[in-house]
């Protein structure tokens, strides 16, 4: 958990119904669509993205929209995951980026608090590049 409201993981995660309800998880973001599917529609709000984990991968046009995301499921008193396949580099540049954000945090502070949550937090360096720009 990152915050109160806001979550980080896996696919093994996104795919587990009990886990995601006894979260109270109530939003999801899926950051490996072409990987990983969108499994319980009927239980959950989904905004879903087909970003690689490349350094060539485009980060940037998608945090807004995801940002915006996260925003609405915390003003209606939810709580959000954001997933990958493996929980390390996606959706935690993702998070990141949101933490930069609505925290005014520079990317190391947003990174240092995802990464003691998530000890596997790594970014890849093209995530990192566009998220310091």
């Given at each position: ?12 995660v996104?795919s ?19 990987v ?12 879903s ?85």
């Open positions: 958990r990152v915050t109160p409201f806001l979550y980080v993981g896996a696919k093994e996104a587990d119904r009990k886990v995601l309800l006894d979260a109270k998880i109530t939003h999801v973001v899926n950051a490996a669509l072409d990983v599917p969108c499994c319980f529609p009927e239980n959950f709000t989904y905004m993205y087909r970003l690689t984990d490349g350094t060539n991968a485009d980060i940037d046009s998608i945090l807004y929209p995801v940002i915006d995301f996260i925003e609405t499921c915390r003003q209606e008193g939810g709580r959000c995951l954001v997933h990958c396949v493996q929980g390390a580099s996606r959706s935690t540049g993702l998070v990141i980026g949101y933490l930069m954000w609505m925290q005014n945090w520079a990317y190391q502070e947003a990174f240092r608090h995802v990464r003691l949550i998530r000890p596997i937090a790594s970014p890849n360096a093209g995530f990192v590049f566009q998220l310091i720009m």
